[in-house]
């Protein structure tokens, strides 16, 4: 409804959500190579994996049921390898048989060099290449220069271990005339949230497509969403470049096509900004209005100078929140209180494309009529207000009822896309979740994609795509020597707003910290809980110094979670802070536009 209230009836694509901070790179990933924004795999793979191939992850943190799983299939099948490529020493990494331990933003260049070695020693599927796939020249051209000794070089890997991690993703180890052993790789923000996300994630689909190990049960790549129903978001348009139904917004067939479903004239072409554009849109005074919902960008988006300026200069901000203590709030002009998850009635897509009903826990508190309502209704009722103006004496373009009535017409738009559910229901979903695609008429869904080897492009062939290696954005120098990366925590989620307000989920982490290699600490003459001022080219906070093995020399951590709720004050220069995105940069990836929260110098 958020998404048909600004491109159907107001006339503008200003609109993005939380998937453009969290797995638009991996959209982007997915489309250049496979066509479509649809992970090939499942869970159940993991049951039929030879080798798990973990990048950009720390899914014991970050995806604990998964991790279970993992532990599960690793029980049930000892002899499966698993490969972990992490910056950090993590618990994810601990169970890993090889731990390439890259330095940031190496990436793409690793898996250049992965290819670089199936060339050379023969572990192609050639055959797969010649008849599913178009693209493959340039990007042998490409990887003709990522050898092991450069690779060696830009990642801090040695070669021995990246001819390991390669062999054992080709599949090659199976018994003669056999099989490849089938390969699983899942990753998230590692990879997504980069000034190169793209890049990294069709390298990574380059090595599926080159090996032919994807669309059979235990391969495949598989993007782990960062987030409840982030998936869910991205099926429905819920960015400023993307129409309903994986519908691209610059495909003039696809605007008709959606403008013919809502019974409006036209959806506007012009491009929408983007998150970090928009609020930088906002701090110039281009935007004069923000409207924010079920998100926290005081908190959570980068470069926290310019998100402030935005809100501090913007006309009027509206805030639709469930939690009053969200940074956030105290720059809205007009609070509305929204229900909370365990409030509300709906749907969620997970990572392997299943949808699941969600039932309310308990209804949202009426103490008053000016109590939380839900995120639709809030909205649903600002349109019927607005019609009038816009569209006078014409039928409403928001004739729901509830949330079962929004999601029918959202199903109707899937009707011959590649995630077509005409064949689901409510009463269906009641039975059990199902994955998509589920067309009118199957009798269930595909849990698998392109077994067939056929891909929804043009010709039905998948393609390579030779991206060159890029540094990060912001590299290292004299001023500022160390890599800064985030991640999450065992026990918190997001900005805390929730997970915030229980003491006891500070038993695992109590207080924000800066985590450093014992060696960076000597060599500055630091102690545990020394306080050190941390200085980017954006920002600076005052942290607690932490000894931490996990990090090689030259790389410092802290968490994602902690804002300005936790790090309170003001600098040196009476600057407030503003948490550690006070740190962060605003670069992004020029073609899935999410920024680089990964790595900052400091």
């Known amino acids: 409804v958020f998404n048909k209230l600004a491109k159907g009836l107001i006339g503008t694509n200003n609109i993005d959500t939380n998937s453009r901070l969290c797995m638009s790179s991996a959209v982007a990933g997915y489309k250049a190579t496979l066509g479509a924004d649809a992970p090939p795999a499942c869970y159940d793979d993991l049951n039929h994996a030879r080798c798990l191939f973990i990048a950009g992850s720390n899914t014991a943190w970050a995806h604990p049921i998964l991790f279970r799983r993992i532990e599960d299939a690793r029980r049930a099948n000892p002899a499966m390898k698993i490969v972990v490529v ?128 994807i669309g059979r049960p235990g391969a495949g790549p598989f993007s782990l969403t960062g987030q409840p129903n982030a998936m869910g978001g991205r099926e429905v348009g819920g960015l400023a470049n993307l129409l309903s139904a994986h519908r691209d917004l610059s495909n003039p067939t696809h605007r008709a096509e959606v403008a013919a479903l809502w019974g409006v004239p036209d959806v506007p072409s012009t491009p929408g900004k983007t998150a970090v554009e928009m609020f930088q849109a906002a701090a110039d005074g281009e935007i004069k209005a923000l409207w924010i919902a079920c998100t926290n960008p005081a908190q959570s988006l980068p470069n926290q100078a310019t998100v402030r300026r935005a809100l501090q200069r913007a006309e009027f901000v509206v805030v639709q929140e469930a939690f009053a203590t969200a940074a956030t709030c105290a720059y809205a002009d007009l609070l509305l209180p929204a229900s909370t998850w365990g409030e509300k009635e709906g749907t969620v897509t997970n990572s392997e494309r299943r949808i699941s009903r969600v039932r309310a826990a308990v209804p949202p508190p009426r103490t008053t009529m000016d109590g939380p309502r839900h995120d639709w ?7 019927r207000r607005l019609e009038p103006r816009l569209r006078p004496g014409q039928p409403s373009l928001f004739p729901y009822t509830d949330p079962e009535s929004i999601w029918n017409e959202h199903r109707e738009s899937t009707r011959g896309r590649d995630l077509d559910i005409t064949g689901l229901s409510y009463a269906l979903l009641e039975q059990a979740p199902q994955q998509w695609p589920f067309p ?32 990060v954005a912001e590299p290292c120098d004299g001023r500022f020597p160390l890599a800064l990366t985030t991640g999450r925590l065992r026990d918190q989620w997001h900005g805390m707003t929730r997970t915030g307000t229980l003491g006891r989920l500070f038993g695992h982490v109590p207080e924000p910290a800066i985590q450093m290699n014992p060696d960076d600490l000597r060599q500055r003459e630091l102690g545990a809980g020394d306080l050190v001022h941390v200085t980017s080219r954006h920002g600076s906070i005052v942290l607690p110094a932490q000894p931490s093995n996990e990090l090689a020399a030259g790389q410092v951590f802290v968490a994602m979670h902690w804002g300005s709720e936790y790090l309170g004050g003001r600098s040196s220069t009476g600057t407030p802070l503003a948490g550690v995105n006070a740190l962060t940069t605003s670069a992004f990836c020029p073609t899935s536009k999410q920024p680089e929260l990964k790595h900052t110098a400091v």
Request: glycine fraction near 10%.
């Open 86 to 213: 992490d910056p950090r020493r993590t618990d994810t990494a601990e169970i890993a048989d090889l731990h390439l331990r890259i330095e940031p933003g190496s990436d793409v260049m690793l898996f250049h060099g992965m290819l670089h070695l199936m060339l050379h020693e023969g572990w192609l599927d050639t055959g797969y290449i010649a008849a599913h796939t178009d693209g493959f020249e340039a990007l042998q051209a490409l990887v003709r220069h990522s050898t092991p000794e450069r690779v060696a070089e830009v990642c801090g890997i040695r070669t021995e271990d990246l001819a390991t991690a390669t062999r054992w993703f080709a599949g090659v180890d199976a018994p003669s005339g056999g099989p490849r052993a089938p390969t699983l790789s899942l990753y998230c923000q590692g990879l997504n949230q980069s000034s190169s996300g793209t890049a990294k994630n069709a390298a990574l689909v380059n090595l599926h497509l080159a090996t032919g190990q």
């Open 377 to 383: 209704s809030i909205v649903v009722d600002f349109a």
């Open 440 to 471: 009118q008429g199957a009798a269930e869904g595909r849990p698998r994609l392109y077994g067939d080897g056929v891909f929804p492009t043009a010709d039905g062939r998948a393609r390579f795509a030779a991206d060159a290696w890029r540094p």
